[in-house]
């Protein structure tokens, strides 16, 4: 009995701390030869199966991904999504809008290679890999960029890093949204 009054005292702080979604993400970018490269490390308390869900769930971004204003598969098939998105990417006083259209292929080891086929960047490629642990998925991002218009590198740099931590903190609130209720005993 003592331990359920614990639990019953208790539950609130804890679902309000899970329900916050992951920390922090460990976000580097870096300017090379007209080049953005980006890497981005988060993990997030969600097993492998829901970060997959919420990875591949192109069809329903827009409501999850604060900078996506729509998002939909072309085509599907196995492993292979053929998706186009439109946005805007909103930083201090500045806003950009994007559209953007890839080829994203999901390996079952838990990676995700994605290839620019149109859209605002003119070149763009990013790989994901996904290590599951008993914290939850690990997401380790690396992304490849050139951009269909010229920013001056300090703020590009920082408008990129801004980019990928609100992005994949958007995700990872999502994945951990969608884990599965603990079991009461």
Request: net charge neutral.
């Amino acid at each position: 009995m003592r331990q359920l009054i614990i639990a019953i005292c208790f539950f609130p702080l804890f679902a309000a701390a899970q329900a916050s979604g992951p920390k922090t993400a460990e976000v580097v970018v870096d300017y090379r030869d007209g080049v953005y490269y980006g890497s981005l490390n988060l993990t997030v308390a969600a097993a492998l199966p829901q970060v997959l869900e919420v990875l591949t769930d192109f069809d329903h971004m827009a409501d999850f991904v604060p900078n996506l204003k729509s998002s939909k598969v072309l085509s599907h098939t196995g492993n292979l999504y053929r998706i186009v998105q439109q946005g805007q990417a909103d930083f201090g006083p500045f806003s950009f809008a994007f559209d953007s259209e890839r080829q994203i292929e999901v390996f079952p080891e838990g990676r995700l290679v994605s290839q620019r086929l149109a859209g605002s960047p003119k070149f763009l490629r990013s790989e994901l890999r996904l290590t599951p642990g008993n914290a939850g998925t690990r997401l380790d991002y690396r992304v490849e960029m050139v951009p269909d218009r010229w920013l001056p590198s300090a703020f590009a740099l920082a408008f990129v890093r801004h980019e990928l931590a609100e992005q994949f903190m958007a995700l990872g609130r999502e994945m951990e949204r969608r884990r599965p209720a603990p079991v009461v005993r």
